[in-house]
């Protein structure tokens, strides 16, 4: 076998035990320039996300980061404890903005198992169910998500 820095990435599905939390360690501040290169990309023009003077005329009173840009933040946090051995990620459900994110908010993630079922037609297999919380600097939940990944057992092919 291949020996490179990802073999020790991610966890297979033995390792998922109900009711584990994972504390992920990696925080993300979000920056107007990551806000803007994402609202550009997936074609999110809304003046909201992109316009000060426009922001300054809504209830938040400053622009707020794209909620989809924050989901992926949210997945993009959890990865290397959560699925880096994914085979796929099944579906995304449930996705909840509890509250705004804004330019400069740094974000952290927690990620809790909530069942862990073996495939009943390949078994190399199986799906962990997963919600992912997502809070700013002020432990304050920005976001909840959740998902269903298809992880490989140890060392079955």
Do not use: W
Request: hydrophobic share 35%; charged share 30%.
């Amino acid at each position: 076998m291949l020996r490179n820095k990802y073999n020790n990435f991610g966890r297979f599905l033995e390792d998922f035990k109900v009711g584990d939390v994972y504390k992920h360690i990696d925080k993300k501040t979000i920056t107007e320039k990551d806000n803007n290169l994402f609202c550009y990309i997936t074609m999110n023009h809304h003046p909201l996300h992109l316009d000060t003077e426009y922001a300054k005329s809504t209830i938040y009173k400053k622009i707020v980061v794209a909620g989809t840009f924050i989901a992926s933040i949210t997945v993009g946090l959890s990865v290397s404890d959560i699925s880096g051995k994914a085979i796929a990620n099944l579906d995304y459900e449930k996705i909840i903005h509890d509250s705004p994110v804004f330019l400069g908010d740094t974000l952290h993630a927690e990620t809790e198992i909530l069942k862990v079922k073996e495939s009943k037609t390949k078994p190399d297999r199986g799906i962990v169910f997963v919600e992912t919380r997502t809070y700013n600097q002020n432990n304050e939940k920005v976001l909840t998500l959740r998902r269903h990944i298809l992880i490989p057992k140890r060392g079955k092919k």
